[in-house]
């Protein structure tokens, strides 16, 4: 458009590809907040191992430490909970780790850093790893499967 000048009738550029491509408008996504009440329910409520077997419970239990951690530690990716080294966790409970799916593609290495609140530290100790890794999730999912 600001090569013609349709008004003096200089057209340089004759074919306009994109005359007939109408853009759509944002749409406004809803905030998704999550009440603050819901969210003490849901990290406080006991499990009922009466109603559930031991094997749902223990998943269970497992899910909703997982979400505690993930939405605690300002949202940490799966991945990179369960891929932490033993020697990510610092001095004052500072976290300290590079990302793992952007680890490789920056200079940087994508480091992050996050103090582990209060409430979750328990968590720490209730998965502690072993062989060098910082949790362990995955032998306590060999531990549900077999129950």
Not at 32 to 53: A, G
């Amino acid at each position: 458009m600001e090569y013609n000048d349709y008004d003096l009738n200089i057209i340089r550029i004759k074919v306009n590809p994109f005359a007939r491509v109408k853009i759509p408008k944002e749409r406004i996504t809803e905030h998704r907040n999550t009440e603050i009440d819901v969210l003490k329910k849901l990290f406080t409520e006991p499990i009922n191992t009466q109603i559930y077997s031991n094997e749902f419970s223990a998943r269970k239990e497992l899910a909703r430490d997982v979400g505690m951690m993930i939405f605690c530690l300002a949202g940490i990716n799966a991945a990179d909970l369960y891929d932490l080294k033993e020697n990510a966790l610092r001095d004052k409970w500072n976290l300290c780790y590079n990302r793992k799916k952007t680890r490789d593609k920056s200079n940087r290495g994508s480091y992050t850093e996050i103090t582990v609140p209060e409430i979750i530290r328990p968590l720490f100790e209730k998965y502690k790893g072993k062989n060098g890794m910082l949790l362990s999730f995955q032998i306590d999912l060999r531990r549900i499967m077999l129950l």
